[in-house]
């Protein structure tokens, strides 16, 4: 479980493959973006001050700054379309902070709301990567806590689901390469999950987690490498 433990380099990995294949770069979309529609609770439309007031708050390069900006914008927009948003801003500020239990509550909370707002059909990858943030702290906690090792194996469980509903997008035209992002994704995840299950001394999960990131990576990685670049002899 070392290398579980020491995921930095994979989460980092993941995350940067991605942003570059999917596109999930987290920014409002601009006023009167469509908004997504609720039965019987339409949702109200964000103003150009409240979306000033909001990118005001994040304008802060310190962590902590950022966090009390966030803070005053949520109290006085409690309701905003952009708490999506908003989330996502909080558990990365709190990542740079190193409060590890503040990344993982903003993430449940990310993952505990639609986005309000759709652009380009990226909410399945947004909450992607907020469970892979909540998975990455998890393992930054080397804890032993058999009640957060179970909620662990939960927020597993609901990223590989999240997976299974992403589709290539048309834009990608090499599927190699958004392959390789999804299969990194759930190798993380898997054994994020062995390592859970190890805590609670569910053997047979740990093997079958073990189990299917074999079967994961069970291809020649070679494939997913770029083709080599062609040399133009001289004539």
């Known amino acids: ?130 469970a892979l943030v909540w998975v990455h702290a998890y393992n930054r906690f080397h804890s032993d806590d058999m009640e957060l090792a179970a909620k662990a194996r939960g927020m597993v469980r609901a990223g590989l689901a999240i997976i299974a509903t992403i589709k290539k997008p048309d834009y990608i035209y090499e599927g190699k390469i958004f392959a390789r992002a999804m299969i990194q994704a759930a190798s993380y995840l898997n054994a994020t999950s062995a390592k859970a299950a190890m805590t609670v001394k569910d053997y047979k999960a740990v093997d079958e987690s073990l189990e299917e990131i074999i079967r994961l990576t069970a291809f020649d990685l070679s494939d997913l490498s770029p083709a080599p670049t062609e040399t133009m002899t001289p004539q």
């Open 1 to 130: 479980m070392e290398n579980i433990k020491n995921s930095r380099g994979m989460v980092l990995t993941i995350a940067v493959a991605l942003t570059a294949v999917l596109g999930c770069v987290i920014v409002p979309a601009a006023q009167g973006q469509t908004q997504e529609q609720k039965p019987g609770n339409p949702p109200r439309k964000y103003s150009m001050a409240e979306y000033n007031e909001y990118a005001e708050a994040v304008r802060p390069l310190d962590a902590a700054e950022r966090i009390k900006q966030l803070d005053a914008f949520v109290a006085k927009h409690p309701d905003s379309p952009l708490l999506s948003y908003v989330y996502q801003d909080y558990y990365k500020a709190y990542e740079k902070t190193g409060n590890l239990p503040k990344v993982m509550e903003f993430a449940e909370k990310r993952l505990s709301i639609g986005s309000a707002l759709t652009y380009q059909n990226r909410e399945p990858q947004e909450r992607l990567e907020t």
